[in-house]
């Protein structure tokens, strides 16, 4: 932002000075003296800001965190059920099956 300030600063005093003459023709000294009072000021300008930098703080102090161990209840897991009268396990299926003399337990 100050850059900008300053650089529309130039701008201006450059636009008020008025074209520049190697013989001295052209008009009387108001040009120089507009353009002398404006760097003058720009300078100033620049000096102030320098002079009032921007205050310094101090980190925050900040508390540190506890950490506590969480407590965990032991899971309840469901009891499988029995299985129903009649009926075996069939390892190949990974269900109950009907018992009969074409199935064997464990297979």
């Known amino acids: ?3 900008a300030a300053v650089a ?3 701008i201006g ?3 008020v000075a008025g074209q520049a003459s190697a013989h001295g023709h052209g008009g009387g000294d108001g040009g120089a003296i507009v353009g002398a009072l404006i760097g ?3 300078l100033g300008a620049i000096v102030g800001s320098a002079a009032n930098a921007a205050p310094v703080y101090q980190a ?3 508390a540190q ?3 506590t161990q969480p407590v965990y209840a032991e899971p309840a897991y469901a009891q499988p059920a029995p299985p129903p009268p009649g ?3 069939d390892n190949y299926r990974r269900a109950y099956v009907p018992c009969g003399p074409a199935y064997a337990p464990g297979y």
């Open 87 to 89: 009926y075996c396990f």
């Open 60 to 62: 925050p102090v900040y």
């Open 65 to 67: 965190p506890v950490y």
């Open 1 to 3: 932002m100050k850059r």
């Open 8 to 10: 529309l600063v130039m």
């Open 13 to 15: 005093s450059l636009s």
């Open 40 to 42: 003058g000021a720009v």
